[in-house]
Each structure stands twice: as structure tokens, then as C-alpha cells.
């Protein structure tokens, strides 16, 4: 294996595995992330969450092992791009807070244009 194959699986492994990390966090602080969601606003924060974070561990986890990968990313983009516009509406918000899921949502974008790539 050439040393841009390696650097392709390996960045596979770890986008995968922030999906993974992250939906699995989701559900070890369920109730307070449910709270913030419905705090600010989103739709149906629980089942919404479930099956967000859900989609997040099985399509991460996929990602990263290599199992149907281009599926995998492209439903990992749908997904990012559905949270941020829902969860990471800055432009709701004024001062710190407006700029906090600002910087949120430009990590999405970037993380978005990662799983372009993945996808290909």
C-alpha cells in the first residue's frame, strides 16, 4: 500500500470515528442533549437525536471499516448538513452565541466537503 492509500484509509478511520464518538456520546448524555435541542427550538429533540446519533454510530462505524462506504458518507453529508441547518442556525442569534454555532456550522461545511471526498 502506497503512501496515498494509506493517508485515504486512515482518513476514512478517522472522520468514521468522530461520527462514531460522537454519536455514541449522544446517548451517554442523552437527557441533556435532548434538553438543549428543545431548549433552542428543535423539532421532536429526542427521536430526532435517537435517530440521529443511530445514524451517526452505524454510518460512522461503516465509514471507517470500509462496509459500503459511499453510502456510508453520503448519508453521514445528509445528515451534517440537516443538523446544521436545524441545530447551527446562527443567524437566529446575536453576540457570543451567534458566533459560537457560527464557528460550528463553518465546521460542518468543512467536515461536509470531507465526506465528499469519502464519498468518491
Not at 478517522?14 to 434538553?35: D, E, N, P
Not at 451517526?56 to 441547518?85: H, K, M, N, P, Q
Not at 446562527?90 to 451567534?98: H, L, S
Amino acid at each position: 500500500m502506497g503512501m496515498v492509500e494509506l493517508l485515504h484509509e486512515l482518513g476514512h478511520v478517522l472522520i468514521g470515528g468522530v461520527f462514531l464518538w460522537v454519536g455514541i456520546g449522544h446517548f451517554l448524555k442523552f437527557g441533556a442533549v435532548t434538553s438543549q435541542l428543545k431548549e433552542s427550538g428543535f423539532p421532536a429533540p429526542g427521536p430526532m437525536l435517537a435517530a440521529g446519533s443511530t445514524l451517526e454510530i452505524v454510518a460512522g462505524f461503516c465509514l471507517a471499516i470500509g462496509l459500503a462506504r459511499t453510502y456510508a458518507a453520503l448519508a453521514l453529508l445528509a445528515f451534517t448538513v440537516a443538523a446544521s441547518l436545524l441545530a447551527l442556525n446562527f443567524w437566529r442569534y446575536d453576540g457570543a452565541t451567534r458566533q459560537t454555532m457560527k464557528s460550528g456550522f463553518l465546521i460542518n461545511i468543512a467536515v461536509a466537503g470531507g465526506l465528499m471526498l469519502a464519498a468518491t
